[in-house]
């Protein structure tokens, strides 16, 4: 969990107006690839896990 998560949830975004931490649009573009890459490695993990399964399955049907 990285800060942006923490102050997405606290409500800045959902009251529709300008968060309430002063650098938090630097905070936002800071984060934005490690969380691309975040998503991308769950992505990876998750193709894997169902290629390792499918196999798994064809091999001892």
């Known amino acids: 969990m ?3 998560d923490i102050r997405i949830r ?3 975004f959902h009251e529709k107006r300008t968060s309430r931490y002063k650098n938090f649009d630097q905070l936002s573009r ?5 969380r691309i890459k ?3 490695t769950r992505l990876f993990y998750l193709l894997f896990l169902v290629a ?6 064809f091999l001892f049907r």
């Open 2 to 4: 990285k800060k942006y």
């Open 10 to 12: 606290r409500g800045a």
């Open 30 to 34: 800071r984060y934005k690839k490690e």
């Open 38 to 40: 975040q998503v991308m």
């Open 52 to 57: 390792v399964s499918v196999a798994l399955f």
